[in-house]
């Protein structure tokens, strides 16, 4: 049932470490994006993804590294993890690259860097 | 001017209020424009799109002023449930560009 699921929800880690977040949406979409939110409320887009191919990048560090194996999963490994790291971070999707259209998002996954 | 801004609030309302939120941004090539509501710790939800002409949806009415680069959404009679975070969203090109939000509660 659900349209676009993120795993984990939650993800506690030290840092210096690499971790995952893994997101697939069933929507049919052909874009899918990953945004940040951090402490202070702040949702700002990190990468967008239209069918399998990068087209935003939004001056986030190399440390971050999304991968999309199809158009229904967009992933994203953090190498070295900072405290700075620490927010939550959605997977969105949307019908087509076309800014009109309604976003979807996934429920979340809340990282903490110690 | 920030890209997309808005008053943080919170604004605190009793239940059958009206409520009115304003939002500027800075691009003015921007076209599209909406709402979306984020209820505490979960995801962002479109709420409604901002029509140049206003639009209405229920309780909600949301207007858009391109000479002043003005957004707004007015709540009537609020409802205890209406209490999230409303972010006014702006298109920037290929990408959406959100405000920190404004906070509603509403209290009984």
């Known amino acids: 049932d659900t349209a676009v699921s993120q795993t984990p929800k939650y993800l506690v880690t030290q840092m210096g470490n690499d971790k995952s977040i893994k997101c697939e949406q069933n929507?049919?979409?052909?874009?899918m994006y990953w945004y940040k939110q951090d402490s202070k409320k702040f949702l700002k887009i990190m990468f967008s993804?239209?069918?399998?191919?990068?087209?935003i990048n939004e001056t986030v560090p190399n440390r971050f590294s999304p991968k999309s194996p199809d158009k229904a999963h967009l992933n994203l490994h953090i190498n070295s993890l900072e405290l700075g790291d620490s927010a939550v971070y959605f997977c969105a999707s949307s019908k087509l690259l076309v800014s009109s259209y309604e976003q979807y998002f996934g429920p979340g996954t809340r990282l903490t860097v110690t | 001017r920030k890209e997309v801004e808005q008053d943080p609030g919170p604004f605190n309302v009793p239940e059958g209020a009206t409520v009115a939120f304003n939002c500027t941004y800075s691009n003015s090539a921007s076209q599209s424009f909406f709402w979306y509501r984020q209820d505490c710790r979960k995801e962002p939800k479109l709420l409604m799109s901002v029509y140049s002409s206003g639009n209405e949806d229920g309780r909600f009415t949301a207007q858009l002023n391109r000479a002043s680069q003005y957004i707004s959404l007015l709540i009537r009679d609020s409802k205890l449930s209406d209490s999230a975070t409303y972010l006014c969203?702006?298109?920037?090109?290929?990408?959406?560009?959100f405000g920190a939000g404004t906070i509603l509660r509403v209290k009984s």
């Open positions: 993804y239209n069918n399998k191919e990068l087209i």
């Open positions: 969203v702006v298109e920037y090109g290929n990408k959406l560009v």
């Open positions: 929507l049919g979409h052909d874009t």
